[in-house]
């Protein structure tokens, strides 16, 4: 122990955190793994799925997330993608589901403030960076792509 | 249901490998940083975006199909792949149009059920 | 009335704690000291429309079975202070606009039901017969206005604790027969810099530990003179935090402390993780358990240190730190 933790902010600070208790992390890794794994391999037969339909691989990944998006706010609706969030963690947040689920909790969340301000109005209140972040980012890209296209650089 | 005959087990399990990776990347920034969900969220479909810009995570994606195109990465992917391919068709327009013209579907799909889910269902409590 | 040292106040006609009443949701329930509570909810909604809604018809609830249970007639209570976590403690104002008492809205985050009892026995030393306290708090308004929407699929910390669906709710008397509150110390904001409002323990034990110390030093008494000492939501990493640092302040209260964050709830199956929080977790475990052990008198002196993190959703948004406050009353029989 610190013999003085209160001496400086600092000090408490590494006092605090050494007082914190840590996450099961191998035991959260571990289940992140496997959900993650198995919401892709279910996207990649749904991708196959597709591709023996003969629709092209553009096409298919649209359906796929279309799918996997309906099938996560379908899930929250039914207030169980939070359980599935809470055993997964990463392994339902990184997927495409885990931003479903965040556009679709704070639109059910914020039902109680009205359909307009409420719903509309909230709705990205937790995935709205994503998009800000990146559609902004595949502007500049695009950009920049525009600019060293012409130049050796191989890109795509 | 005739494609499940065909299925390429190696394949499946390079996609489930490699979307579970991706998965405990995130699970390990939830679990040693004090990163919020929206922050790593916007982490990676900020990576993938640049690593799809620079080519990089298309040999991902070659390699692990939806193991790669599935995660939030993915996504950022789709929208760079999108935009350069729109640059390539109309020039700078395209920066515009292509990324969220590739993205679209998923971001409607979110939209619209998320206004349906509100309609249909209000939130409970966590019993656990 | 007269002032201790630096910050108590020992009165002397101590005022009383007539009767008190608590209502808690359903995890509370299933928590250990469920039958100790006068109503357990089966509904976090409780037939309204919004979590706000049922917050304040919780609030409002108490505050009649309490004052129901004391039979003192509404138009005798004085005033009235009472305050809760929502913006601009809408719980409370809007759950008691039909009581017809005068009111006062006080806010000292969860240290509020303490805050409350401080203010209470001094307007009755001075000049009023009864006062009412009440303080509320609801798992679901909170998650929604300080964190995340409710089904939102992301994963706890273990240092973060469990705000208390529920509310508890006091009458304190000038004359009564007690349990008597003899001192008050009301404490100073502590910022100790902590940022992680996951970490809300942590940046608490800091302000509760000043509050502790200055009431010992004020009062001249040490921690074996209590049979109990309670912090209001400081959890179980806050609870381990205050009496490490305690005792390298010299005081031992290992002994005989405790923390109403963690008796609430069951850790191993309720997975609260840190423990219990809110308003109503200093309020509903007072007015319930430990106001049931004083009448009964297997507790006849006990110090009650409610704590409260003054923070809220856009200063954590910003960076700022949490400045930590607590307030103790004495509360004798």
């Known amino acids: 122990m610190t013999p003085k933790p209160l001496e400086t902010k600092k000090d408490y600070q590494k006092y605090v955190d050494e007082k914190s208790p840590n996450s099961p992390i191998l035991k959260n890794c571990f289940n992140a793994f496997w959900v993650g794994g198995l919401i892709c391999s279910i996207g990649q037969i749904i991708m196959w799925y597709c591709a023996s339909k003969g629709l092209d691989t553009a096409l298919s990944g649209t359906v796929v997330s279309i799918l996997l998006i309906g099938f996560s706010a379908f899930l929250t609706a039914l207030n169980v993608f939070n359980k599935i969030g809470k055993f997964a963690g990463a392994g339902s947040l990184i997927p495409i589901t885990g931003f479903a689920n965040s556009i679709v909790s704070p639109a059910m969340e914020y039902k109680s403030e009205g359909y307009v301000m409420g719903v509309g109005?909230?709705?990205f209140t937790v995935a709205g960076p994503v998009l800000v972040f990146g559609i902004s980012t595949s502007i500049i890209v695009g950009i920049v792509y525009l600019i060293f296209n012409t130049q050796s650089i191989t890109l795509v | 249901m005739d494609f499940l005959q065909n299925v390429d087990w190696t394949q499946l399990l390079r996609c489930f490998v490699v979307g579970g990776l991706i998965c405990v990347i995130g699970q390990i920034l939830i679990d040693k940083t004090k990163l919020t969900p929206a922050r790593i969220l916007v982490i990676f479909v900020t990576t993938g975006t640049i690593l799809g810009g620079l080519g990089i995570y298309q040999y991902l994606v070659d390699f692990a199909g939806a193991g790669a195109t599935v995660p939030l990465t993915g996504f950022g992917y789709n929208l760079a792949k999108g935009a350069i391919e729109a640059v390539k068709e109309t020039g700078i327009i395209g920066a515009f149009t292509g990324g969220v013209k590739a993205a679209a579907g998923g971001i409607a799909a979110a939209v619209f059920f998320g206004y349906i889910a509100s309609l249909i269902s209000k939130p409970k409590m966590k019993k656990q | 009335m007269k002032k201790l040292g630096k910050q108590t106040i020992k009165f002397d006609t101590p005022p009383s704690i007539l009767q008190t009443a608590s209502i808690v949701g359903p995890k509370e329930a299933n928590g250990p000291l469920a039958k100790y509570f006068d109503q357990c909810l089966d509904d976090e909604f409780w037939d309204e429309k919004t979590w706000e809604k049922a917050e304040s018809k919780i609030i409002k609830e108490t505050v009649n079975t309490v004052i129901s249970k004391s039979g003192i007639p509404f138009e005798k209570i004085d005033y009235c202070f009472a305050g809760d976590l929502l913006n601009q403690c809408i719980s409370s104002s809007f759950g008691l606009r039909e009581l017809n008492i005068p009111f006062f809205g006080v806010f000292g985050a969860c240290s509020t039901f303490v805050e409350s009892l401080c203010l209470a026995s001094v307007f009755a030393e001075s000049c009023a017969n009864y006062i009412l306290c009440a303080t509320s708090?609801?798992?679901?308004?909170?998650?929604?206005?300080?964190?995340?929407?409710?089904?939102?699929?992301?994963?706890?910390?273990?240092?973060?604790?469990?705000?208390?669906?529920?509310?508890?709710?006091?009458?304190?008397?000038?004359?009564?027969?007690?349990?008597?509150?003899?001192?008050?110390?009301?404490?100073?904001?502590?910022?100790?810099?902590?940022?992680?409002?996951?970490?809300?323990?942590?940046?608490?034990?800091?302000?509760?530990?000043?509050?502790?110390?200055?009431?010992?030093?004020?009062?001249?008494?040490?921690?074996?003179?209590?049979?109990?000492?309670?912090?209001?939501?400081?959890?179980?990493?806050?609870?381990?935090?205050?009496?490490?640092?305690?005792?390298?302040?010299?005081?031992?209260?290992?002994?005989?402390?405790?923390?109403?964050?963690?008796?609430?709830?069951?850790?191993?199956?309720?997975?609260?993780?840190?423990?219990?929080?809110?308003?109503?977790?200093?309020?509903?475990?007072?007015?319930?358990?430990?106001?049931?052990?004083?009448?009964?008198?297997?507790?006849?002196?006990?110090?009650?240190?409610?704590?409260?993190?003054?923070?809220?959703?856009?200063?954590?948004?910003?960076?700022?730190s949490i400045p930590g406050i607590a307030h103790a009353v004495s509360i004798e029989i």
């Open chain 1, 121 to 123: 109005g909230k709705m």
């Open chain 3, 137 to 320: 708090s609801h798992f679901c308004s909170a998650e929604k206005q300080f964190r995340f929407p409710l089904e939102l699929g992301n994963q706890r910390p273990q240092s973060a604790q469990w705000t208390v669906t529920g509310a508890g709710s006091a009458i304190v008397a000038k004359c009564g027969n007690g349990p008597y509150i003899t001192h008050i110390t009301p404490g100073k904001i502590v910022d100790m810099g902590i940022k992680d409002a996951n970490s809300m323990g942590a940046a608490m034990a800091p302000a509760a530990l000043d509050t502790l110390i200055t009431h010992f030093k004020d009062t001249g008494r040490k921690p074996s003179y209590y049979d109990v000492i309670v912090t209001g939501d400081l959890g179980y990493v806050g609870k381990e935090i205050l009496t490490e640092l305690a005792k390298s302040e010299g005081y031992d209260i290992k002994a005989n402390y405790d923390d109403c964050g963690v008796l609430i709830f069951d850790k191993n199956t309720q997975d609260t993780h840190s423990g219990g929080s809110g308003c109503a977790c200093c309020g509903s475990v007072f007015s319930g358990y430990f106001f049931k052990q004083l009448q009964d008198k297997k507790i006849k002196k006990m110090l009650l240190i409610a704590t409260g993190a003054l923070t809220n959703a856009t200063t954590t948004q910003q960076g700022e």
